[in-house]
């Protein structure tokens, strides 16, 4: 109980407002973990221009003056208007600063000072089985609902859809079986010591007993940049790829059963013009085995891996082509959203 008091006042509520007129042009994504209220979209002109709730979720207090993290699937609309209301009813206006390009997460900015935050844990660090309690605003009505579970699984490999059938791939999310239920999105997972170890951000349609969390060093990463940079910095190497199994190494006779097979899918170049990658020379079909002295396989990848590095930061891969082995110097660039 009283891990749970410490943790809560820094647990907020997040609505989601937009005029009523652009409700039908909702491009919300996630729609599964979104709460859309029954609006009637066919509305005169000056009904269109009144505010409806089209979303809510959860967020937690990372800075006393008031830097607050969600989910990006929450808060990833710039028309809309954003809303967080602490465990004491208090209300603020919410702009975003910043989205992450590769993770879900979003971060907003409320005016306030002194605010309770929450303590982060380290994610690196957490075991199966370990027990965790996710707080959030459940089905977007019940706030600062506590749910216990434990660590089933880590370093999962996860594939959200929204109702277009588009999806985001997310890499090395925490499962549990707390219960995560829509609304909860963007609340904190944390351990028994209080300390914050993910951020909740999927629950599974196909049963029960499954959801996941984003680990919060990617968190703690994304909110670096914010105070250093003004803005979230990820590496980018720029390149597409297939991480092999033995399975699929033996099925497509190819040398090695551990790394990272370079190569194109539809719409998707396999190295990209002009980045870091084709820079150094890195061609299609060309097999990654290591990153200086890291060893890629299925539990790490190559992005996992290059998520631990910053641009400008040099690495060495280590390449298959050909047969031949051949070492790459590149230099990792920042991520930009148009790449």
Known sequence: INVVNNVAPAVVSILVEKKSGDVQKNTFSFEDFLFTPEEDSN????????????????????????????????????????TVITNEDVEYNATIVDIDPFFDIAVLKIDGENLPTVTFGDSDGIQVGQTVIAIGNALSQ???????????????????????????????????????????????????????????????????????????NEVKSAMEGIKKEGRIVRPWLGVHYIQLSAEYAKENSLPVEEGALITASEGVEAVVADGPAAKAGLQKDDIVTKVDSKILNEENTLSKVIRSYLPGDTVILSIIRSEQTLELSVTLEEYAADE
């Open 43 to 82: 509305q005169d002109s000056e009904a269109d221009q009144e505010l409806v709730q089209v979303a809510a979720g959860t967020g937690f207090i990372v800075s006393e003056d008031g830097y607050v993290v969600t989910n990006r699937h929450v808060a990833e609309s710039v028309d809309a208007v954003y």
């Open 142 to 216: 019940y706030q600062n609902t506590v749910t216990k579970g434990v660590i089933s699984g880590i370093d999962r490999r996860i594939s959200a859809y929204d109702r277009f059938n588009g999806s985001e791939v997310i890499e090395g999310a925490i499962q549990t079986d707390a219960a995560i239920n829509p609304g909860n999105s963007g609340g904190p997972l944390i351990n028994l010591f209080g300390e914050v170890i993910g951020m909740n951000t999927a629950v599974s349609s196909n049963g029960q007993g499954l959801g996941f969390a984003i680990p919060i």
